[in-house]
């Protein structure tokens, strides 16, 4: 499948993509769940991350060429865009490290989550990123009130997603012993890794939730067009890019190891 400019077939590539995320989440759940294979579950993340990369991403837009006149508009979005990326590459580095830090801490073995809560604010990441994709679509084909209503559909998710890691399986972590008391300092690295990659992340969320408020009332006031959008397209990649991170963070601490009580 490649990539397309034109509207209605950019929207159906979107669902297609969509609905193949949707396939891998659940099949990765049901591997997890029957018979762990870790190696099946890395696959799975990895097919999982490219397409969000690929066609929510547009990675290969970095390969446009930059023409014209170095003031051009195009001009320089091909160079903020490059800018971007390279600011994703180096933030990449903080969330591996984290994964690093899980895997030489836990091994092959994962803190008492509860995995159905695990699946369901992950399952509302991914569909706030399909809203994210059909958003920016619009856009890009000049449809600011399509874009508002999906901008504003993503930001609701995300909000979701945020309240359900921090409000709920936060507490839920603590009940089971993932967090350290006064009277308890000491509960070993299984809540230090939870609370850390989840915390990274939920701020990571936090801070797209503003960048999609800021594009959003952008457009209300009419800044954006189907030429000139770059602050949409910036969003977009960014809030991708959250949902990407999670893609190795759900798997890494819900589904792969053996439970620790």
Known sequence: MS????????LGQGVVIFVYLTVLTLLEFFVAVTFQSVSILVVIAIIKAALVMYYYMHVYKLNDAS??????????????????????????????GLMVVRVNLLGFTRPHLNQTLGLVVTAVLLISSFFMNRGETAMAHGDKKAFMNNTMITFILGLSFFFGVVFVEWRLAAEEGLIA??????????GAVFYMM???????????????????????????????????EAAAVYWHFVDLVWIFFYPALYLIGKLVN
């Open 67 to 96: 023409e014209g006149d170095e003031h051009s508009y195009e001009y320089k979005t091909g160079t903020n865009r490059l800018g971007l990326w390279l600011f994703l590459l180096s933030d990449a580095f903080v969330f591996a």
């Open 198 to 232: 989840t915390g990274m992340h939920a701020f990571h969320v936090l801070t797209g939730l503003i960048f999609l408020a800021v594009v959003w009332n952008n457009a209300r006031k009419g800044l954006y067009s189907a030429e000139k959008h770059w602050g949409v």
């Open 3 to 10: 990539h397309t400019q034109d509207k209605s077939s950019a």
């Open 181 to 190: 008391s006064f009277g308890n300092p000491s509960v070993g690295p299984m």
